[in-house]
């Protein structure tokens, strides 16, 4: 069964820092672009970040730029961001999505549940 | 960056009618790179179609995509108890931003 399980979420305060892990099983982890998308509460869905298949181009929302770096471990079939100057604007749930292609410029056909994160003092 | 505006933000309906939810982005949308998802209350999104009109794997055909351009529409046929859910367009050709979302609920 493929599957995407995020974990890492909590409560951190403003300023602060938080990495949020994402495991994949059930494909080749190494076929595929990625991606992490939020939800705020009560809000719609923003692409947070991407990369492609081997870690050699990311790209990221200009809310996130400066702040957050995601990275992935093929051999652990791992994906993960670290997020950093954290601001109550990024509380949310955080979801890890599969690409449909290398990169991480196409659409996603299978998502994690997600992970919340919380930012408040 | 372009920029989906979708509508209506609300769709009130009935089931067994139609439901037409518009995705509008503010330039062309490159090989029709544009895909819609669904989703329902503490879930997941879902892919429903890709490509603008290909419906993802185990999509019923009620759900149809259509248009090219910056105009798409998403077509559900005929409303069924579980199509009760929040609709998102989401164009791919560059950094991949969603629209902001229909909510289609019972009227």
């Known amino acids: 069964e493929v599957q995407l399980v995020e974990s890492g979420g909590g409560v951190v305060r403003p300023g602060g820092s938080l990495r949020l892990s994402c495991a994949a099983s059930g494909f080749t982890f190494d076929d595929y672009g990625m991606s992490w998308v939020r939800q705020a509460p009560g809000k719609g869905l923003e692409w947070v970040s991407g990369i492609n298949w081997n870690g050699g181009s990311t790209g990221y929302a200009d809310s996130v730029k400066g702040r957050f770096t995601i990275s992935r471990d093929n051999a652990k079939n791992s994906l993960y961001l670290q997020m950093n100057s954290l601001r109550a604007e990024d509380t949310a749930l955080y979801h890890c999505a599969r690409v449909a292609a290398e990169d991480y410029y196409y659409y996603m056909d299978v998502w994690g549940k997600g992970t919340t994160v919380t930012v408040s003092s | 960056e372009i920029v989906l505006t979708q509508s209506p933000g609300t769709l009130s309906l009935s089931p067994g009618e139609r439901a037409t939810l518009s995705c509008r982005a503010s330039?062309?949308?490159?090989?029709?790179?544009l895909a819609w998802y669904q989703q329902k209350p503490g879930q997941a999104p879902r892919l429903l179609i890709y490509g603008a009109s290909s419906r993802a794997t185990g999509i019923p055909d009620r759900f149809s995509g259509s248009g090219s351009g910056t105009d798409f529409t998403l077509t559900i046929s005929r409303l069924e108890p579980e199509d009760f859910a929040v609709y998102y367009c989401q164009q791919y050709g560059s950094s991949p931003p969603f629209g902001g979302g229909t909510k289609v609920e019972i009227k």
């Open positions: 330039q062309s949308v490159s090989s029709s790179y």
